[in-house]
């Protein structure tokens, strides 16, 4: 795609590196970068060689402050809808994404950028990262999934405190609330970042999709359903060849060779 303006794509072996570059307002989300966003994850839903993705901002000071103020600023109400909406149906995409995305948090996450990352299924924060939902201070509420995500993530009372008070917390407190899976040094962050995704890419690439969707599908269903649902996708798992190689590997003990089949 090379007709994006804020939004780029780069590659390490099987991972897609997907920067949100606009460091000169700390990677806020416009209406653009949001449609450039969508536009991305639907490109790299089509190509088979994705295994993974990484989900960066350009810079060292921020992940993304947040939805673009200055154009917050000049909504009536019929465009915060759409708004909203527009946001969320491109978050909802990289939650649906059938191979493991990753925040890679090295800053701000703020507001829409705290929202993106709970949108991404993990994330990882260098040690100088800001999470927060400052939306209320604004006058607004979050758009973009945020009532929504961080108490599914960290609970209702922690993601209360954070959402009324619009209270940044600082890496470590992140980590200790479970909103990430791990703190590292500035420096090393894309390549922890990497060293996570592919923790996840080495194993079989339909049974990773299959937990996906397994545990998304659990958040909006009762136990019941959620457990039938379960079931059949580990029935439709052991058809694949991927379960075969990964099992017969097991006994010969050698590494799996997974073909995403
Ligand atoms: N929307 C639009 N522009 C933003 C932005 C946002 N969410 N966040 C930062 N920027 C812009 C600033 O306006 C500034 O632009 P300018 O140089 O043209 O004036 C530039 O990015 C750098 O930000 P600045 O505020 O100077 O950096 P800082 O280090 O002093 O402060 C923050 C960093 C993140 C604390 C501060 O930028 C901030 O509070 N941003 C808004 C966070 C927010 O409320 N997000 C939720 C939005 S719903």
């Excluded at 947040?66 to 759409?82: H, Q």
């Excluded at 998304?216 to 694949?240: H, I, K, N, Q």
Aim: glycine share 12%; net charge negative; hydrophobic share 45%.
């Amino acid at each position: 795609m090379s007709d994006l303006n804020y939004v780029r794509v780069e590659w390490d072996g099987e991972l897609a590196i997907v920067t949100i570059d606009r460091p000169e307002k700390l990677n806020a989300l416009n209406a653009e970068v949001i449609s450039e966003l969508g536009r991305v994850f639907d490109d790299l839903r089509g190509d088979d060689a994705v295994r993974g993705v990484i989900l960066t901002g350009a810079g060292e000071k921020a992940f993304v402050a947040g939805a673009d103020i200055g154009e917050l600023a000049t909504m009536g109400s019929l465009d915060g809808v759409r708004v909203s909406r527009e946001g969320q149906a491109v978050f909802a995409a990289i939650e649906a994404f059938p191979r493991p995305v990753v925040a890679a948090v090295g800053g701000y996450a703020l507001g829409g950028g705290c929202e993106l990352a709970l949108a991404c299924h993990l994330r990882i924060a260098s040690d100088n990262a800001r999470f927060g939902l400052p939306e209320v201070g604004l006058g607004i509420i979050p758009g973009y999934g945020g009532t929504i995500r961080l108490a599914r993530l960290v609970g209702l009372g922690r993601a209360i405190e954070m959402t009324l008070t619009g209270d940044a917390v600082r890496a470590d407190r992140a980590e200790a609330m479970g909103l990430v899976s791990a703190v590292v040094p500035r420096a090393d962050l894309m390549t922890e970042a990497k060293a996570l995704a592919r923790r996840i890419t080495k194993n079989g690439p339909v049974a990773v999709r299959l937990a996906l969707e397994s545990i998304y599908r659990a958040v909006d269903t009762s136990t019941a359903e959620a457990l039938g649902f379960e079931s059949s996708l580990f029935g439709l798992l052991s058809s694949t060849d991927d379960m075969k190689e990964g099992m017969t590997a097991f006994l010969e003990k050698r590494a799996a060779e997974f073909r995403g089949t």
